[in-house]
């Protein structure tokens, strides 16, 4: 069974930096890829970030590129979401994700193309 652990939301003001982590366990890490992804209340679980099992590719949502950057280390077995210059649209629960699937961003933007999922964590932005 693969158990992800998200850590490190909290309360930010705008235009501030908030550092997520996920931690992963029950499998062999480096072999599959990551996702982040948000939801925020009474809206659908949306797309923010993914990268492949080798951290070579990364695909991001446009709201967030720029802002944000995704990253993992294998030897760690952990994900990591730094978010730079938030915004009080910023504000959601994140939930990172892992999957034996990569292709195409629309593809890798889909919840459904994920295997595992965290139990999220909250992200607030005050303006």
């Known amino acids: 069974q693969v158990q992800l652990v998200e850590s490190g939301g909290g309360l930010v003001q705008a235009g501030g930096s908030l550092r997520l982590s996920c931690a992963a366990s029950g499998r062999t890490f480096s072999s ?3 996702g ?3 939801q925020a209340p009474g809206k659908e ?3 923010v970030a993914a990268i492949t099992s080798s951290g ?3 695909y991001y949502a446009d709201s967030v590129k720029g802002r944000f950057a995704i990253s993992r280390d294998n030897a760690k077995d952990t994900v990591s979401l730094q978010m730079n210059s938030l915004k009080p649209e910023d504000t959601a ?3 990172c994700a892992t999957t034996h699937r990569w292709g195409t961003a629309p593809l890798m933007g889909m919840p459904g193309s994920y295997d595992f999922w965290g139990q999220g964590t909250q992200v607030t932005v005050s303006s």
Request: glycine share 0%.
């Open 32 to 34: 599959w890829a990551m």
């Open 36 to 38: 982040w992804f948000r």
């Open 45 to 47: 679980r949306e797309f």
């Open 56 to 58: 070579v590719t990364k």
């Open 93 to 95: 629960v994140y939930y």
